[in-house]
């Protein structure tokens, strides 16, 4: 299968790899660009510097690979947490060790570290798009969060390469909802996960699969489509 993956210009990392261990070539297309926000970013730095943090999380790539390099030389030890496998390694090439949350979903931030947010500062540096849900759940965990918004989405308006997919495979809500494609009835429509799927969903297009919230679980659940 010939699978069609939404990812940021230059972004698709170890995506081939990954699906040729599934039997599957894949390309990237990208209905999203992004635009990073350097004074954010030196923001964020100067507070980790400052050891503001106890903690961070890191909910997608592009930050891992932002603020990964001036982690591993540091002598501050927060606890590190990346949302999904692709985040982690990210973060790995830069030689900074972080644990994976169990299911990979902002949601599941607060309640994987339950107790040990209570009197805790947790530093996000994240996209710009709203995730008070997030920052609620850190705080009614006795936590303190700290966004920095780093980097912004912005529509490519690129109508995506479809031509010779097979599969087409949103990771993303919001590459979905700005995505300029056709669909087509030989062409499978797949979600990362559920909340992309649930997007999907409201505009009435069914995914023909979903996937767990990671590159993997959206392969197994393609299997024997």
Known sequence: MRIAI????????????????????CYPVSPLRAEVYPDAVDAFLAAFEAGRFDG?????????EL????????????RIVAIG?????????????AEVLPSF?????????????????????????????????????GGTPAEYRV???????ETLDLAHADAVLFTSANSFSEAVWTPRANLLVCA??????????????????VGNGSLE?????????
């Open 6 to 25: 939404t990812r940021l210009p230059d972004k698709g990392g170890d995506d081939a790899e990954r699906c040729a261990r599934f039997g599957h070539a």
């Open 56 to 64: 961070l999380f890191f909910t997608s790539a592009l930050p891992a």
């Open 67 to 78: 603020i990964g390099p001036h982690l591993a030389g540091s002598g501050q030890r927060p």
């Open 85 to 97: 496998p692709a985040t982690q390694a990210a973060l790995t090439r830069h030689g900074v060790g």
């Open 105 to 141: 979903y902002s949601r599941d931030f607060a309640p994987h570290l339950g107790a040990w947010l209570a009197g805790r500062t947790v530093g996000i540096p994240r996209a710009d798009v709203p995730n008070e849900a997030l920052l609620e759940a850190i705080r009614e965990a």
């Open 151 to 157: 980097y912004g989405l912005c529509r490519t308006d």
């Open 192 to 209: 990362i996960g559920d909340v992309t799927a649930e997007r999907m969903r409201e505009t009435g297009v069914e995914p023909d699969a």
């Open 217 to 225: 679980g959206a392969l197994h659940a393609l299997e024997g489509r």
